[in-house]
């Protein structure tokens, strides 16, 4: 359980360095922009591409810490006895839209790696800057699987943190 919460902590961190970085960069294009009139072309497309990885790493994130958006109404309308049941379902589905995704993912990844273009300021081929949208849904993935493992071994319906 530790080296788990030690994962879900790295994770944390890895999100919130992408923010910081994020920041950093915005506020020196704001500063060189309007105070001495100049801009560097490459600030707001690294700031994109990062936002681009913060998204999907946070995003696993959120699912290993269960802090993402239920919507609990649609669940609420079944019988307290199928409601584990339809979670589990949901679960399912979940995980199987997040490994087509990573199989799509890194197809189109690998794919504008070998035939893609560069980024226009960066000169970073196209296809490492979307991978963080594969690696995103497979942290996802793997973080589903050990939900849906202690979901199946744990008889009570309270939630498991990973």
């Known amino acids: 359980m530790k ?6 902590r790295i994770e944390g961190l890895f999100c919130v360095l992408l923010m910081l970085i994020m920041t950093v960069l915005m506020f020196t294009e704001v500063v060189a922009r309007y105070i001495f009139g100049t801009s ?3 600030i707001e497309e690294l700031t994109r591409y990062l ?3 913060l998204t999907f790493i946070s995003a696993a994130y959120v699912t290993a810490t269960h802090s993402h958006i239920k919507v609990d109404a649609a ?3 079944f019988p307290k006895k199928i409601q584990p049941v339809i979670l589990k379902i949901g679960l399912v ?3 199987v839209f997040s490994i087509v995704i990573t199989f799509i993912g890194f ?3 690998f794919t504008m790696i070998q035939y893609g273009g560069d980024s226009p300021g960066l000169g970073l081929a196209k296809g490492i800057i979307y991978l963080g949208i594969p690696l995103g849904y497979l942290a996802m993935s793997v973080r589903l699987i050990f939900q849906m493992f202690k979901k199946v071994t744990n008889t ?3 939630e498991i943190m990973l």
């Open 3 to 8: 080296e788990e919460k030690t994962n879900i």
């Open 40 to 42: 560097f072309i490459w």
């Open 51 to 53: 936002f681009i990885w």
């Open 75 to 77: 669940i609420a309308i």
């Open 93 to 95: 589905i979940w995980l």
């Open 107 to 109: 197809n189109y990844s």
């Open 156 to 158: 009570s319906n309270q």
